[in-house]
């Protein structure tokens, strides 16, 4: 059955968008395509099936308030909407029905602020095969796995033209901070990666690419994107890989003039400073036991707690997890979704939002994401817990 945009929006029905997260950010689906999504339509891509099961997808329909009387219009490709209307007929949901003027009406589209900030893997596709692409780089562009200690994993297997980053190659001990500023550019010449360089990064695990972006973001690198959901988007894709060591980039002859944001990166004084006058949220991007003192999380890590004052920003089940902020296939949520989770926990993007966790992997991501809903205010305490809970009692 068929209806239009108004009338589900009259009946205060749920409007599903059965796409790829890609197409529902903002991203056209093809050339000269609109962008966006159908406003308070929420996404439920069909592809997302294939690692969801009947209990996933009930608990998935709970946690939108879908209930069986539910009346819930579809909206995408047929093949999708189809895929999905199955699925959601086996959940017990029976009001279905397909959008008949999705997409009609271009101006009522909504897009996510930062969306070409996560791309996708059929544009990466495109890029390296030299297609035109929509939000292509404005001059050269590199493409790197970020990951620790992995290289030998890199080597059996990663996309094809990837380049391969340790990510101590950006930040180091004793309290795996990132590197100082002479380092990272170091670094970033022999990469051959300049100011107007884009970065395109992605991992095996939720974090480490992150990690990279936003300390490469800090060196003054200004266009710095994440493969959304990483190397398991590109094998979800069944696109092909490639073994060995990779090629070694060309150094750059000189020392391009990188301009840090050192704005996007505060240190303890400033943390204890705001702190003090209220003039920060802090967030704790750590599981919930971290962050209710209950474990320290990390084996290095003695002290159990968090900063006082702190809120909880959500992240994962373990010190690596973030997937508090992941689609089932490991793309980011809804950026109305994250934020609302944030909001539950009195964040909110009008504030000055500081981001931390043990040593700043999970709030890399927490705060690349930020970045990409349009959040402005908002930093990293690169130290986090690990650093703060070194300190004496009388200090904290």
Request: proline letters at 5%; aromatic letters at 10%.
């Amino acid at each position: 059955m068929y209806c239009p945009f108004t009338s589900v929006s009259a009946h205060s029905g749920v409007i599903i968008d059965t796409r790829h997260s890609a197409f529902y950010n903002g991203w056209p689906q093809e050339t000269g395509g609109t962008q966006g999504h159908e406003p308070g339509a929420i996404n439920l891509a069909a592809s997302w099936l294939a690692v969801m099961g009947n209990n996933s997808l009930r608990n998935w329909l709970c946690s939108q308030n879908i209930k069986a009387d539910s009346p819930v219009a579809l909206y995408g490709t047929q093949a999708g909407n189809e895929q999905v209307a199955l699925r959601l007929k086996q959940c017990g949901i029976n009001a279905l029905y397909y959008l008949n003027d999705a997409f009609q009406v271009p101006e009522r589209l909504h897009t996510q602020a930062g969306f070409h900030s996560l791309i996708y893997p059929q544009w990466l596709v495109a890029l390296q095969h030299g297609s035109p692409v929509f939000a292509a780089p404005q001059a050269n562009w590199v493409l790197l796995e970020a990951g620790f200690d992995t290289a030998g994993v890199y080597a059996e297997g990663h996309i094809p033209g990837a380049g391969y980053l340790d990510t101590r190659e950006v930040e180091g001990g004793p309290l795996w901070n990132k590197l100082p500023d002479a380092q990272l550019m170091e670094m970033l010449r022999q990469q051959g990666i300049g100011p107007d360089t884009t970065v395109i990064l992605y991992s095996r695990g939720d974090c480490a690419a992150a990690r990279v972006a936003i300390i490469l973001l800090y060196a003054g690198v200004k266009d710095v994107r994440l493969l959304d959901g990483g190397w398991h988007s590109w094998q979800q894709a069944g696109l092909p890989v490639e073994a060995g060591s990779g090629n070694k980039p060309a150094p750059l002859q000189t020392m391009p003039a990188f301009t840090p944001d050192t704005a996007l990166f505060v240190d303890q004084s400033q943390v204890s400073t705001w702190r003090r006058q209220s003039a920060v949220t802090l967030v704790s991007v750590r599981s919930l036991v971290e962050h209710r003192g209950e474990t320290s999380g990390y084996t290095y890590i003695e002290a159990a707690g968090d900063i006082p004052g702190a809120h909880w920003g959500h992240a994962g089940e373990d010190n690596g997890s973030v997937q508090d902020f992941l689609n089932p296939d490991g793309t980011m949520i809804r950026a109305d979704a994250l934020a609302a989770l944030w909001a539950g926990e009195g964040i909110f993007p009008h504030q000055r939002v500081v981001f931390y966790c043990g040593t700043g992997w999970r709030a890399s991501a927490a705060l690349f994401y930020a970045r990409a809903m349009g959040w402005g205010d908002i930093a990293l305490y690169d130290g986090g817990w690990y650093e703060w809970s070194r300190q004496d009692s009388q200090s904290r």
